[in-house]
């Protein structure tokens, strides 16, 4: 519901009755937490999925074109599974981002990392939502797709040679019998 956000499975809040977020340092183990100071004076702790739930919550919403698709893709081995939903809808989000909405909800019930993603324009281009792409925008859904493809095997790769490092390390660890 817009407007609303469940702070954990018990505490439902307003956004509008949200006053200050704060990033804290726990002094103890030197990590960062969230806070939360409502209108009522109270403070409430925030984990970090929670504030990243909390800050992607929409505020406002505004219909989408027809004809948009929200794209993500997924790897079986080397073959792409490409997943494509209707946008519905564009929200303004806490944080100020736009963020697409899909029947699952915002960032495509958050198959998308931190609002980042692509949608497929009905003029066949394919334009990237979100600040922190690498890639921005393409001229074609096949040109998108192929940067998809060349990101999974770079991926791919850099894993490979990280189990192998792994490897060579366990190896050296071992004690001569």
């Excluded at 939903?85 to 736009?98: E, F």
């Excluded at 890639?135 to 493809?149: P, R």
Aim: aromatic share 8%.
């Amino acid at each position: 519901m817009i407007g609303m956000f469940d702070a954990d499975w018990r505490t439902s809040l307003s956004l509008s009755s949200i006053v200050k977020l704060s990033r804290v340092r726990d002094p103890k183990d030197d990590q960062h937490t969230y806070e939360v100071v409502t209108d009522d004076g109270k403070t409430r702790g925030l984990s970090n999925h929670a504030y990243d739930r909390l800050v992607s919550a929409p505020t406002q919403l505004m219909p989408a074109q027809p004809g948009l698709l929200a794209l993500s893709a997924s790897f079986d081995g080397d073959v792409p599974y490409v997943h494509r939903t209707p946008v519905i809808a564009w929200a303004l989000c806490v944080d100020g981002s736009i963020r697409v909405v899909t029947p699952a909800g915002v960032d495509d019930g958050h198959a998308w990392q931190e609002g980042q993603g692509y949608v497929l324009m009905p003029d066949g281009t394919v334009q990237g939502v979100g600040e922190y792409l690498d890639h921005g925008s393409f001229d074609t859904f096949e040109g998108w797709l192929a940067q998809q493809q060349e990101d999974h095997q770079a991926r791919m790769e850099h894993q490979a040679a990280s189990d192998r490092y792994a490897q060579a390390q366990a190896s050296a660890e071992e004690p001569e019998a």
